[in-house]
């Protein structure tokens, strides 16, 4: 692989390592049971937590344990070009598939048979990094819904642009066509274990860029943690008011 | 919570949450929600929120109307928003909804469809509104009317070259409005008339009337509610009960 880089300064004048500037809040959605917001850049998450709940259908049910069931869905305006045609699609099945195995590694639902926690994630506004920011909003939901957690989940994307290695990905470097091309490689960090819970990449990478890559979004969540962590003290200073 | 104790204080004159009959709850606007949209806003209603978003593409035009643009409004009723909705299609009372906003929009010809026209018989441009519950707490059509509204005020068309949308490129160029229709829907509970119902009192309701009405208060779209039947003395003073509270919603935008 060429070691020359294309990419030499970012389209928005960040350092490699600087996430876009980034804002959190607790409680967003009353009726839930668990809510948070979490925005970066012009990415915008929502995430509500129903639950634990009974769970229907039944046959869904398991004696042995609660469930997680997570639900990501972009809001029709909030796509780059056209309307996104409301239903779901293929892509978000499988966003709310790994969504979900990103964030099980945390719960603890032996205490809930039979029930489900649901999440719901909606994106109102998105310039790449939907799923690491419906992460790190749903995250900080299930804390706030009072669910047992052995850790946060923090996620963010980072990737390779023009040969550049790089952290929080605009949707314009996700779409860079110079030379190298754009690589983007979603991952959630347990900001305690340093564990990964969500990978996935479209692109290519050798072998010790992938581990540098990941070095560099491990280094990004703490700050996401953080900030997380500021949000969750703040619902619940304004409870005690 | 029972009926009995809710009329005993509608007679009195007062809700549970201290409002009179007749108030809205605190009303907030807020614009530019979603800059992927080409217009947004967010409505509350206490703490009723209800987020719209306007899309526009260019397509072919109807073939009875070669020469307007398009309009359709859409509802999703958000399982994030209450843990009384759930996932999948538009439920019966989305789709109405949605309808009730789209009518208030086209039968008082709120936008001049003439004005999206690109080439007669060619290409047109649509809007699709998109209304999304992120709250829901009661008196979500008015919400949602009001969010829907506000989103086309906000609206920017973007640039369209060589017969292609730059989504990324928004014009200074505004939907072309004509008429600001404000939907009020009030509510019967027993011999009463109430706006702005929160869930506890919708729950008790008879029956409903949304009317929307025009700055000059036409009255141009209605929709009744709930399975109780209505005098011609009680429809009216729900209309003038809207004509009152239009003016007032209005003045938000």
């Keep these: 692989m060429k070691s020359s880089k294309s990419y030499k300064e970012r389209f928005d004048k960040r350092g490699w390592e600087e996430c876009r500037p980034m804002t959190a809040k607790v409680g967003i959605i009353p009726e839930a049971d668990g809510s948070a917001m979490f925005q970066v850049g012009n990415t915008k998450a929502l995430a509500a937590v129903y639950g634990p709940r009974d769970l229907h259908p039944k046959f869904m049910q398991n004696p042995k344990t609660g469930i997680l069931r997570v639900n990501y869905n972009m809001m029709p305006f909030s796509g780059h070009g056209e309307r996104v045609r409301p239903g779901g699609s293929r892509r978000s099945k499988e966003l709310g598939l790994v969504i979900e195995n990103s964030l099980m590694p945390v719960l603890n639902l032996k205490e809930y048979p039979n029930s489900v926690v649901d999440v719901f994630i909606e994106l109102p506004q998105t310039d790449a990094g939907t799923r690491c920011a419906g992460i790190v909003a749903a995250s900080m939901a299930l804390a706030h819904a009072g669910l047992e957690m052995t850790d946060m989940v923090a996620a963010v994307a980072v990737g390779k642009v023009g040969g550049q290695l790089v952290v929080d990905l605009t949707y314009d470097e996700e779409a860079y066509d110079g030379e190298g091309g754009a690589t983007d490689l979603p991952v959630a960090v347990l900001p305690n274990s340093g564990k990964v819970t969500l990978l996935q990449m479209d692109g290519g990478v050798s072998r010790e860029d992938l581990k540098e890559a990941v070095e560099m979004a491990k280094r990004a969540s703490m700050q996401i943690y953080d900030l997380q962590k500021k949000a969750l003290k703040e619902s619940f200073t304004e409870v005690q008011k | ?253």
């Design chain 2, 1 to 253: 919570m029972n009926k009995e104790h809710l009329l005993s204080y509608l007679e009195k004159g007062i809700r549970y949450d201290g409002r009179k009959l007749n108030e809205y709850r605190d009303i907030k606007i807020e614009y530019d929600v979603s800059k992927s949209a080409e217009g947004s806003a967010q409505v509350s209603f206490g703490s009723t929120i209800m987020i719209a978003g306007v899309k526009m593409a260019v397509q072919k035009p109807y073939e009875d109307m070669p020469d307007a643009g398009t309009l359709m409004v859409n509802a999703e009723l958000l399982p994030l928003s209450s843990p009384e909705f759930e996932t999948g299609p538009p439920g019966i009372y989305a789709v109405e909804l949605a309808r009730v906003v789209d009518r208030g929009i086209r039968e008082s010809h709120a936008i001049d469809t003439h004005k999206l026209c690109i080439e007669a018989g060619e290409s047109v441009w649509s809007v699709s509104i998109d209304v999304c519950s992120i709250n829901a707490h009661g008196g979500l059509i008015d919400a949602s009317s009001l969010a829907a509204l506000a989103a086309l005020k906000d609206a920017r068309m973007p640039a369209y070259k060589d017969k292609v949308v730059d989504y990324g490129n928004k014009t200074d160029q505004s939907v072309p409005m004509e008429k600001e229709p404000i939907a009020v829907t009030v509510f019967k509970i027993d011999k009463y008339l109430i706006v702005d119902p929160i869930p506890e009192e919708e729950k008790f309701a008879d029956a409903r009337l949304t009317i929307t009405v025009t700055k000059d208060n036409v009255i141009c779209s209605l929709q009744k509610g709930g399975a109780v039947a209505l005098t011609v003395d009680e429809i009216d003073s729900m209309v003038a009960l809207a004509i009152e509270k239009a003016p007032e919603l209005r003045s938000k935008l």
